[in-house]
């Protein structure tokens, strides 16, 4: 049985500090599936691809994190492939109408950038969890 890691702690030093760290182990399924990486029980997305401001199980901040871009771009190009490839095979090998084609294939590549979208933010934000990422700062 996984423990939640322990409630936020906030330093004057650091600031907000999350206990994220080497030591901290990636629940890929939970990441996958759209959970808190500390508590593992909290829905991390508001909307279909939106991020909570706080997990509501275990108030981890959300906003701290900065997933960014990264995933939408290799999506784009993993999507691109399996999207072309399905697209021709149902038109020169199975001989399936454009009519039927075309709308089919939209809505696959919609429906798999959602999945993927949620799946992929997810393990990034587990990510910057465990490594403790955070946005740089200049110290003067
Ligand atoms: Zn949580």
């Known amino acids: 049985m996984k423990r939640p890691d322990p409630a936020p702690t906030e330093t004057a030093a650091n600031g907000p500090y999350h206990e994220g760290g080497p030591g901290k182990r990636v629940d890929v399924g939970a990441a996958f599936a759209g ?7 909290g829905a991390i997305f508001r909307q279909l691809i939106v991020f909570k401001d706080k997990c509501p199980e275990c108030a981890l901040d959300l906003e701290q994190f900065n997933v960014g871009d990264g995933a939408t771009v290799f999506l784009i190009f993993l999507l691109n492939v399996v999207g072309m490839i399905g697209i021709l095979v149902c038109h020169f090998v199975l001989n399936v109408p454009i009519w039927i084609n075309a ?9 798999l950038a959602i999945l993927g979208l949620r799946a992929s933010k997810g393990l990034l ?9 955070r946005i740089g700062e200049l110290k003067s």
Do not use: F, Q, S
Not at 35 to 41: G, H, I, N, Q
Not at 103 to 111: E, H, K, N
Not at 125 to 133: G, I, M, R, T, V
């Open 35 to 41: 959970k808190c990486p500390r508590c593992r029980k």
């Open 103 to 111: 709308p089919l294939w939209t809505a696959v590549i919609i429906g």
């Open 125 to 133: 934000l587990a990510l910057e969890y465990k490594n403790d990422a």
